[in-house]
């Protein structure tokens, strides 16, 4: 019997995310089983207002998919929308309209919350008795969603930082003069972005000179003491930062008067520029020059920087979610597991969305060089294979092409 | 009589300036009236202290000048040094140098202080009857050098610009709430990098929504009537803005207290943080989400992006700095001549510097639509060549590589 398939996406935006509803629904509009594939905008809050999309009817071009695949950011849109914990009747109104539209089908495309919302979901259609499947496509440049080695989007995100970190400091050493560049890189609770810096240093050069992670407590009196010894023999240093670290006392750093000026304001702006700022405090080198740079959302966004294997992979997870679906599978997300470093070797499989959603996954103490504020040989065998190969946008005139769903063109059941 | 090559670098770092100096070396290296080829580390002022290496010797690998063309900021390093004016005994001590090393061939590459540094040597030989040639090669993202139709360095720069711009766009709509992104673009005096992002909307994206060059006085309050009316409008919008856009009155925006806080204190960071807390301040949008993004050193680094015709352009103005100065031209730079915008068509020429040296080409105000906040179709015609092409880098594990000179080597005559 044929059902319609329902997708959506939810979360930060990623430069791969949309590889992801790409493999999706190529999988989907080869299937007999599936018959109309909708997209809600704006994930569930979309849903809930019927802001639904005929995805079979705007994919009309040979070379939309491919389009699709190099299109950074949600191209169905996202929402910060949570589903209320205590609100039962909100599963009764979304289930009326997955019913109205009538899916067999529905798939979120997102982070940890986007894994508990599913889960709830498909939950609650068991306990119905209805007959929709509900999966979880992950998604996410943090990288920290348990189960899955790494999750679509990270690597990447990570081949932005690490050639972008690897380009600024070609920048910073062409004056002769001592100078310290702060980075500062996403990642609030987990450090695997910031960590992934590290591979700048494969081009050759020896930046980042210090990696801290919001795992580790951060020490700004050992910061201090380690950048004026580097700046002693290195001249020019910089050092990559996740936003999310924290003193001992699990004060953000970004947070924290550490660098109030005379007067006790707080310093505006993020934690490169808290850290800029205790430079030019505690540091006396003669003309000394200081820098805080923030990737901002450019390291989420910077599809012209992708990864092939991770768009690659990325559009596996969503293809395969969709196999599983037409299997029956229900309550899962598709995960990536590696089983080589080098030569990079890794299978798809399944993993039941209790033990996801969430939770999060940090880089392991194990991993990181704390006395050197730095990571492991270890940390950099699981990145490097994860940032390889150069996608290949679509350009005209020298500037990429995207795909964008009309998100106005809302249909009926 | 075979005579020495000295060549050095000056200015801010391109992501094209090496592929200039890698089109004179190679020219150099197949000439049999050029002996060894130097470059001087850190420009004038390494030259001054003798911090010289033998180019001729450090390239070797039959990949090492394409790694050179792909290589952002300067390969021999930059320098923030002025001649000084009145001190003739340091033009005494730079011959003397240059003869040490039994230079007649003497190149600078860089922006319009650089070609004043060269127009001075140039003259101070002719007067004293020495047989060396000293000639400009252009350089500057800001696209500011008169004489020529664009200089190398801008198109990469417009390239990386209009991308991140596109990119930036796709991120900022995918949440259903209002929302202002305030993009800050380099150039202080002229608007050619910060205009040239409203080649995003060759993407087919509507951003920039509204563009602000320091050609033209800033106005508040019609930024923000602007802004309100755009978010009524479209919802998300992104503004490209120049660092150094001034208010009537002269003074820059990002020095003002425009945005100052309640209690008069001036707003950190640049001339985005400062327009974000101007919309905060005065536009009272539910829910209005606003974000400054600073470009930073990446748009002067960012190789990954540069573009193949302005790398190409690099590339033959070094190239045909050697020829010109074989043929015994002197106190020249080279310029590129536009023919034609579409197809573009553009040959290369000479000027004498005396007529570049210390001038800055601004966008011209015809090209300017200051109603709209806006370029007009002219500009956009100017531009559109520019960033053609994606750069053939060379990339490794997905990563770029480089090449460096050893500015250690240094060298006796």
Known sequence: MTKNMMIAQSGGPSSAINASIAGAIERALAADEIGRVFGAVNGMQGLLERRII????????ADDIDLLIHT??????????????DDPAIFDTILGILKEYDIGYFFYNGGNDSMDTVSRLSAYFRERGEDIVALGIPKTIDNDLVETDHTPGFGSAARYVATSVAELYLDTVVYPLPSVVIVEVMGRNAGWLTAASVLARDTGVPAPHLIYLPEVPFDADDFIAKTEKLLETEGQILVAISEGIRFENGEYVADTGAAADAFGHKTLGGVATVLEDLVKQRINVPKLKTRAIQFNTLQRAAAH???????EESYQCGYRAVEAALEGKTDVMVTINRTNDEPYQSYYALAPLSGIANKEKSVPLAWIDTKNADVTEEFIRYA??????????KFVG??????????SKTVKP
Chains 1, 2 share one sequence.
């Open 54 to 61: 005929d995805i079979s009817e705007q994919i009309t071009r």
């Open 72 to 85: 950074p950011a949600q191209a169905l849109g996202s929402s910060r929308y949570k589903l209320p914990k």
């Open 305 to 311: 920087c992708a990864s092939a294997k991770d768009l």
């Open 384 to 393: 490097r294979p994860l940032v390889r190969g150069e996608a290949t946008e």
């Open 398 to 407: 020298g500037l990429p092409r995207f795909f964008r769903f009309d998100w």
